[in-house]
C-alpha cells in the first residue's frame, strides 16, 4: 500500500461523513463521553468499531500484544484511570482473538530477546492453569483455549485495581471477556462471572478504599 493511498481514502471518508452530516466533524471535535473501554490486541486483523459496528467517538481503545493488562505497565494503567475515573465507562472489555500470535509464541520455547518478560505474562497464564491445559491433546484445542484463558486473567489483574475496585462498590462497572474467532468474524462472549471472579481474589486483592 502506497502512503498516498491512506490520503485519498481519508478524503473519501470525510466527503462521505459529511454527505450524511455537514456537523459531523464538529460534533465530533467537541469531545468524548465513550461508554465502552475496549482493551484488544495489536493485531493488524482485529479493529474494535468495525467488528462492534460502531463509530469514532463510542469506544476508548487500548491495544497491545496479546491484550495484556500487566500491573507495571504504565500506558495500559494510565488508560483504565483515564476511562474509569474522568470518561466515566460503563464497561472493560478484554478481547482477544483465535490466531494470537502472542499466546501462539508464548507457548513454545524460541527465544524471542525484548519479547521474552512481555511473553512470561502469557507463560505465567499457563502455569495457572497447566493442569487443565496438559489435558487437551489437540494443540489447536490446547492454544485455544490459552487464548480464552489469557483473556480471563487479563479480567482478573483489571479486577485488581483500585479504580476499578471503587467503581465496582458504585455498581458503575462492568468487566467483560471476549475473543473474536476470526475465522467467522464473530465475537464471543466468555460470559466470566466477575461476581465470582470477584469473590475468589479479593479476600488478598481487595484494596481498603
Known amino acids: ?65 496479546a491484550n495484556l493488562v500487566i500491573n507495571t505497565d504504565l500506558s495500559a494503567a494510565s488508560v483504565i484511570n483515564y476511562a474509569v475515573v474522568h470518561l466515566n465507562v460503563k464497561h472493560i472489555v478484554i478481547c482477544g482473538h483465535y490466531g494470537c500470535g502472542g499466546v501462539q509464541a508464548a507457548m513454545g520455547a524460541k527465544d524471542l530477546g525484548i519479547l521474552n518478560p512481555y511473553l512470561r505474562e502469557i507463560r505465567d497464564v499457563y502455569r495457572l492453569h497447566r493442569k487443565v491445559l496438559n489435558e487437551i491433546e489437540d494443540d489447536d484445542l490446547r492454544y485455544k483455549r490459552l487464548v480464552e484463558l489469557n483473556v480471563q486473567e487479563q479480567c482478573i489483574n483489571v479486577a485488581k485495581i483500585a479504580e476499578v475496585q471503587k467503581a465496582y462498590r458504585r455498581s458503575a462497572i462492568t468487566v467483560h471477556g471476549w475473543v473474536l474467532d476470526l475465522t467467522s468474524g464473530k465475537i464471543i462472549d466468555l460470559e466470566i462471572d466477575m461476581n465470582a471472579v470477584l469473590r475468589d481474589i479479593m479476600e488478598i486483592y481487595e484494596l481498603d478504599l
Open 1 to 65: 500500500m502506497q502512503i498516498s493511498e491512506i490520503f485519498r481514502n481519508n478524503e473519501r471518508w470525510v466527503a462521505e461523513k459529511l454527505s450524511g452530516d455537514p456537523e459531523y466533524f464538529t460534533n465530533l471535535s467537541k469531545g468524548q463521553a465513550p461508554d465502552i473501554l475496549y482493551i484488544g490486541c495489536s493485531d493488524s486483523r482485529v479493529t474494535a468499531e468495525d467488528m462492534m459496528g460502531l463509530n469514532p467517538g463510542d469506544v476508548f481503545v487500548h491495544r497491545n500484544i
